[in-house]
T-cell receptor
């Protein structure tokens, strides 16, 4: 049982490049979330999903897109990366009826 | 969701109890208190939650005042590995049909010293 995994762990992009971050969970959780964390700050919600095939915007969705084609995977896409998207990205999941969110180890993204 | 206030930092001696306070004076009756922690460079980790009764699990104890306007997370025997940022989050209990996301503030940076 790997829990929540994130790929890649580190990435450096140039401004304007695109990439996709992958989050996978093997706990059969309904809910999945993408957060970003900037230095000295708490986590901010980017997008979330309440089930396979559904996604919704969070607090800071601009510049990101997401997809949840399979229940176990939640993808975060950056179509045209900007330096302001330099951050650590965390994925999380939870079961319906549970208080507890499980977080992945994070992806450290630098946009130059 | 009710706003929380936590001290920015605290120190604790190894082996002693760490008592982390949280003020949530605007909490409403259907809001729970959650505690998470984030060890450096890792994803946040759930610790404990409660509504109005004191709670204890293998990691910590949660003491909520009778008026529910504040709470204290207690790590009974802090170790160096408990050095982390601790987040107190107040959230309506929601099981389905809503976001269920967590709103993280800046938390309390706990430093456990030898």
């Amino acid at each position: 049982n790997a829990g929540v995994t994130q790929t890649p762990k580190f990435r450096v992009l140039k401004t304007g490049q695109s990439m996709t971050l992958l989050c996978a969970q093997d706990m059969n959780h309904e809910y999945m979330y993408w957060y970003r964390q900037d230095p000295g700050m708490g986590l901010r919600l980017i997008h979330y999903s309440v089930g396979e095939g559904t996604t919704a915007k969070g607090e800071v969705p601009d510049g990101y897109n997401v997809s949840r084609l399979k229940k176990q995977n939640f993808l975060l896409g950056l179509e045209s990366a900007a330096p302001s998207q330099t951050s650590v990205y965390f994925c999380a999941s939870r079961a319906g009826g549970s208080y507890e969110q499980y977080f992945g180890p994070g992806t450290r993204l630098t946009v130059t | 969701d009710a706003k929380t206030t936590q001290p920015p930092s605290m120190d604790c001696a190894e082996g002693r109890a760490a008592n982390l306070p949280c003020n949530h004076s605007t909490i409403s009756g259907n809001e729970y208190v959650y505690w998470y922690r984030q060890i450096h460079s890792q994803g946040p980790q759930y610790i404990i939650h409660g509504l109005k009764n004191n709670e204890t699990n293998e990691m910590a104890s949660l003491i909520i005042t009778e008026d529910r306007k504040s709470s204290t997370l207690i790590l009974p025997h802090a170790t160096l590995r408990d050095t982390a940022v601790y987040y107190c989050i107040v959230r309506v209990k929601d099981y389905g049909g809503s976001q269920g996301n967590l709103i993280f503030g800046k938390g309390t940076k706990l430093s456990v010293k030898p």
